[in-house]
């Protein structure tokens, strides 16, 4: 059998949705035993939303104070500990995970495979090197822990309808001090999660500034869309960089994607390649995003936006 | 000595466009441009900042890797570093058996601070920074886009999927770069003779006496699955309509 344990992102009591993700690239893997941990200050709600994952045989749950704020220096002998009898530590391959899990990986003195894509079997994962522009198939020996980052947007999220147990349990090891949470701007909306939305729309340099800018924001509402916006877009100042997606920001696969704007930089398109639809709007007829769109219009996004709005 | 150790990688330069071997065995490197992994580069720009404002003394620049390495700690010391260390192999190594290299180094210079690319652009890794860190026992601080030092603390702002993380750990600690920490600085050719002379040590791989035992194998490589291009529709209208059509509006 193989007992993977998957390490939980939670945020403000709600499980993050890339562990549903982690479950289903967990199952992928023959003759699973699957268990979520869930290390927190509380942590009840998250282990229940982790408990009703399909495919999980159990939920760990660690109740600490210094488990919130998340700091990959607290939580990683935690995991370490929790590791003993797994053949496999799962975590997300985002921020949190990537911070983390090579932490695990070095108190475990096990390798670490990053952003798995693709289980071909317990041992054997494929993974994107170079940016995307080629693919690796990785072994590891058997009979050897193994930790691994999963790379969300290659899985579909894992049904919900489980009823895992929930387990509490307590750990005896020493926690670092050396490391203290000082705050996070977290910008919070109602609007759906970049890294987990259906929809997406993104904004380019081409919208030429900020105020410019609400425009997406304005038809993301429309559709009920996240906001992405291209590395230009976020370097010239015209939304965040937690809006970034891409190779060097956040690497996405909704059902549908909106390009507006964009000229598609290689790296741009590193992100966004495993969207289901991808539809562009751009001026230029030539621009390279439109090589990979399913969907091309060529003009001016100041008057196509709100004819599309009308449309809809 | 109030001293920062940054990891130098050489890898293909980022404006190559990267295409795989024909055999699967890797991705082609013959006649490639080879440069200092960018994230690194940011991270020797930091280190330099850091003693221009005069809170480090002396900046050391480490590669793991090939006799080819040199060029780029060569061009390292060409931007600012004071001295160079290649720890010298031939194998291929994975990101344990670098970590387990790195801090052999780092017990022997002793760093108050290890500044680090987040990843090398190559096998996109993003594991050596937390698993030095993990190793030393000391706090890291990873995909910086800004360092604080005082007090024997670092206070680093880190960008995390939900915004801007701010976080304070105290000294020596392991940082990694991510790409709005700054604009490395571009080398002045009076600088590039002047790295001539500056030291660059060469140590046996071997001579570290760490494990650094191949754990993993890969297989193959292959190019991604291409998308193939879609359709131009003439407007808005019909535009709409097809993804109505295909229910995703």
Same mark, same amino acid.
């Given at each position: 059998?193989?007992?993977?344990?998957?390490?939980?992102?939670?945020?403000?009591?709600?499980?993050?949705?890339?562990?549903?993700?982690?479950?289903?690239?967990?199952?992928?893997?023959?003759?699973?035993?699957?268990?979520?941990?869930?290390?927190?200050?509380?942590?009840?709600?998250?282990?229940?939303?982790?408990?009703?994952?399909?495919?999980?045989? &159990?939920?760990?749950?660690?109740?600490?104070?210094?488990?919130?704020?998340?700091?990959?220096?607290?939580?990683?002998?935690?995991?370490?500990?929790?590791?003993?009898?797994?053949?496999?530590?799962?975590?997300?391959?985002?921020?949190?995970?990537?911070?983390?899990?090579?932490?695990?990986?070095?108190?475990?003195?096990?390798?670490?495979?990053?952003?798995?894509?693709?289980v071909e079997s317990a041992t054997r994962f494929r993974r994107p090197v170079y940016a995307g522009n080629a693919i690796a198939t990785v072994e590891a020996p058997a009979g050897r822990q193994l930790v691994a980052t999963v790379r969300v947007a290659s899985f579909q999220a894992a049904a919900g309808g489980g009823s895992a147990p929930?387990?509490?349990?307590?750990?005896?090891?020493?926690?670092?001090?050396?490391?203290?949470?000082?705050?996070?701007?977290?910008?919070?909306?109602?609007?759906?999660?970049?890294?987990?939305a259906a929809r997406v729309v993104s904004g380019g340099r081409a919208l030429g500034s900020k105020e410019n800018f609400a425009l997406i924001q304005r038809l993301a509402d429309r559709l009920g869309a996240a906001i992405g916006a291209s590395r230009a877009a976020v370097d010239a100042g015209y939304a965040p960089n937690e809006l970034q997606v891409g190779q060097t920001g956040k690497i996405i696969a909704p059902e549908l994607y909106v390009a507006i704007g964009i000229s598609g930089a290689i790296q741009h398109l590193t992100g966004i390649k495993d969207a289901r639809t991808i539809v562009a709007i751009n001026k230029d007829a030539e621009a390279p995003i439109f090589e990979i769109a399913d969907y091309g219009l060529v003009g001016d996004l100041f008057s196509l936006i709100p004819e599309i709005e009308k449309n809809l | 000595m109030q001293r920062i150790l940054v990891g130098i990688k050489r890898v293909i330069d980022y404006n190559v466009r990267v295409r795989v071997r024909p055999d699967g065995t890797g991705v082609v490197t013959d006649g490639v441009k080879m440069?200092?992994?960018?994230?690194?580069?940011?991270?020797?720009?930091?280190?330099?900042?850091?003693?221009? &404002?005069?809170?480090?003394?002396?900046?050391?620049? #480490?590669?793991?890797?090939?006799?080819?390495?040199?060029?780029?700690?060569?061009?390292?010391?060409?931007?600012?570093?004071?001295?160079?260390? #290649?720890?010298?192999?031939?194998?291929? #190594?994975?990101?344990?058996?670098?970590?387990?290299?790195?801090?052999?180094?780092?017990?022997?210079?002793?760093?108050? #601070?290890?500044?680090?690319?987040?990843?090398?652009?190559?096998?996109?890794?993003?594991?050596?920074?937390?698993?030095?860190?993990?190793?030393?026992? &000391?706090?890291?601080?990873?995909?910086?886009?800004?360092?604080?030092?005082?007090?024997?603390?670092?206070?680093?702002?880190?960008?995390?999927d939900a915004g801007l993380e701010v976080i304070e750990v105290e000294l020596p600690a392991v940082c990694t770069t991510d790409l709005r920490l700054n604009e490395p600085r571009y080398i002045k050719l009076?600088?590039?003779?002047?790295?001539?002379?500056?030291?660059?040590?060469?140590?046996?791989?071997?001579?570290?006496?760490?494990?650094?035992?191949?754990?993993?194998?890969?297989?193959?490589?292959?190019?991604?699955?291409?998308?193939?291009?879609?359709?131009?529709?003439?407007?808005?209208?019909?535009?709409?309509?097809?993804?109505r059509q295909k229910g995703l509006v």
């Open positions: 059998m193989n007992r993977i344990l998957i390490v939980a992102e939670h945020l403000d009591g709600k499980l993050n949705a890339a562990v549903a993700k982690c479950v289903h690239c967990a199952a992928a893997i023959p003759d699973a035993d699957i268990s979520v941990a869930v290390l927190a200050a509380d942590g009840t709600a998250v282990a229940a939303a982790a408990a009703a994952i399909t495919g999980v045989s &159990r939920v760990v749950l660690v109740q600490n104070p210094a488990n919130e704020p998340a700091l990959a220096a607290v939580l990683a002998p935690q995991i370490a500990r929790l590791a003993a009898g797994h053949s496999h530590v799962f975590g997300p391959s985002t921020t949190f995970g990537k911070d983390l899990m090579p932490r695990v990986a070095a108190l475990l003195g096990a390798p670490q495979v990053s952003d798995v894509m693709a929930v387990e509490k349990q307590a750990l005896d090891v020493a926690l670092p001090s050396h490391t203290r949470f000082v705050s996070v701007s977290a910008a919070r909306s109602d609007r759906p999660d970049l890294q987990t | 440069s200092i992994n960018p994230f690194d580069e940011i991270a020797l720009e930091e280190a330099l900042r850091i003693r221009e &404002r005069g809170a480090a003394e002396e900046i050391v620049v #480490l590669s793991v890797g090939t006799d080819d390495a040199q060029q780029q700690l060569r061009n390292a010391l060409a931007m600012g570093a004071d001295r160079a260390i #290649l720890i010298k192999t031939d194998q291929a #190594l994975e990101p344990t058996a670098i970590a387990r290299a790195m801090l052999a180094i780092v017990q022997r210079e002793k760093p108050f #601070l290890v500044i680090l690319g987040k990843q090398a652009i190559d096998d996109d890794c993003n594991q050596t920074g937390q698993m030095l860190a993990a190793l030393w026992e &000391r706090p890291q601080a990873t995909f910086a886009s800004k360092l604080e030092l005082a007090d024997g603390k670092v206070r680093v702002t880190r960008e995390v009076p600088d590039i003779m002047k790295a001539k002379k500056k030291p660059l040590d060469v140590i046996e791989l071997a001579a570290l006496g760490v494990d650094v035992t191949p754990v993993l194998t890969t297989l193959k490589y292959e190019p991604p699955p291409q998308r193939q291009k879609g359709v131009m529709v003439k407007d808005a209208a019909e535009l709409v309509a097809a993804l």
